[in-house]
């Protein structure tokens, strides 16, 4: 038995067609047919009409034969590492707010560091005819994305260019939140401070590593009283690398880590071990994930803001799209900067240390001007 309409409703098992919508709205098919393709020669009257009429009868256009007939597929595609970590389902719901401003879907996989995943997602993105591709998975995937820049698909790429014509990179400045941090803990008296960083050589955790070096340098710590610790992202990454600070004498006073997964892990085994952070040791994370801000103790953090990569994916994507693009455009700048919270204050026996209240000010100072 076919479904009908009754009241402007929708029957059990029925169906709305473009021809229904337009006889409610007393216009023809094609007229509806432009209204929800984004055409703007409609007049704004009977748009009006065509819009209520297709709310009153819960008609859901097709996208696939909107794209046949706008060209446009209003989808873009978003690809990332992995969504066990929750910086990337925050992202994700970052990029897909902005888009969705836009009136644009977005098709989201993650690459969980597979290829033939990532491949099997790419033919999906490419038989949706999506108009843009953010790749936000912080490692280099050139591999993956050959198949995109040969259907000319504009791509956005952190920190590594995807060598196409039509692409951009998002150049995120570590070094200015990690210094930042550094300074910090600086200001508070710490003088042998360690460095958790993720696994080499990935461009990202180089970068993260190099500008740690360079700002431990900056405030005068030889690479014996900023040790290094290379390991996964993950928590476990994270107590391996605070069984590897604890071994060493003498043991450094402060750890900075390349991401919140990582500091979790550390101040877990910190926990098990009866070390009170921050009293016996100060802890400093990368990322500022949403959990930052709740763990015991409130973690200071390194934030790289979420809506600020996918903000600027978005606009890198509308410059690719524009007539006035041509080539590759400059990167686009992403900036980093410290938030305090109670995961650090002055090592013990530190006389000239910064107590926890100043360093609190001037903290909240530098956010209440940024």
């Known amino acids: ?51 209520r009429a297709i709310e009153e009868l819960g008609y859901t256009p097709n996208p696939q034969a909107r794209a046949l007939v706008s060209g446009r597929s ?14 990337f389902p925050e992202l994700m719901q970052s990029f897909e707010d902005v888009a969705g401003e836009h009136d644009f879907e977005v098709m989201v996989g993650s690459t969980n560091y597979n290829r033939e995943r990532a491949s099997i997602f790419i033919r999906r993105l490419i038989q949706r005819r999506v108009e843009g591709v953010a790749v936000m998975t912080f490692r280099a995937e050139s591999h993956f994305l050959d198949a995109l820049i ?29 210094d930042e941090a550094v300074q910090h803990l600086a200001l508070l008296g710490h003088r042998r401070i360690g460095f958790a960083s993720g696994p080499m050589p990935h461009l990202t955790n180089v970068r993260r590593k190099e500008a740690f070096v360079r700002a431990a340098r900056k405030i005068g710590l030889t690479a014996d009283k900023a040790p290094i610790f290379a390991g996964e992202h993950t928590f476990e990454g994270g107590t391996l690398a605070a069984h590897h600070f604890l071994r060493i004498e003498p043991r450094p006073t402060a750890i900075v880590c390349s991401n919140d997964m990582m500091a979790v892990g550390v101040l877990r085994v910190l926990a098990t071990s009866g070390i009170r952070v921050p009293r016996d ?90």
């Open 1 to 51: 038995m076919s479904g009908q309409v009754l009241n402007g409703k929708k029957t059990r098992g029925g169906g709305v067609d473009i021809t229904q919508v337009a006889q409610r709205a007393g216009v023809s098919p094609a007229t509806v047919s432009r209204v929800t393709n984004g055409r703007s020669t409609v007049a704004k009257h009977l748009a009006k009409r065509v819009w």
């Open 74 to 87: 209003r989808v873009l595609g978003l690809l990332v590492s992995e969504i066990t970590n929750p910086f």
């Open 150 to 178: 040969a259907e000319d698909i504009p791509l956005v790429t952190i920190d590594v260019s995807a060598n196409a014509a039509r692409s951009v990179v998002l150049e995120v400045d570590y070094a200015q939140g990690i």
């Open 281 to 370: 040791m100060s802890v400093v994370g990368f990322d500022d994930i949403h959990l930052a801000e709740f763990i015991n103790p409130p973690l200071t953090t390194v934030r790289m803001s979420r809506q600020d990569l996918a903000q600027a994916a978005f606009n890198g994507l509308e410059k690719l799209w524009s007539e006035e693009s041509s080539g590759s455009l400059t990167s686009i700048r992403i900036g980093t900067r410290l938030v305090v919270r109670q995961s650090t204050d002055s090592p013990k026996g530190a006389a000239n240390g910064l107590r926890r209240n100043k360093s609190t000010r001037q903290a909240e100072t530098q956010t209440a001007s940024a």
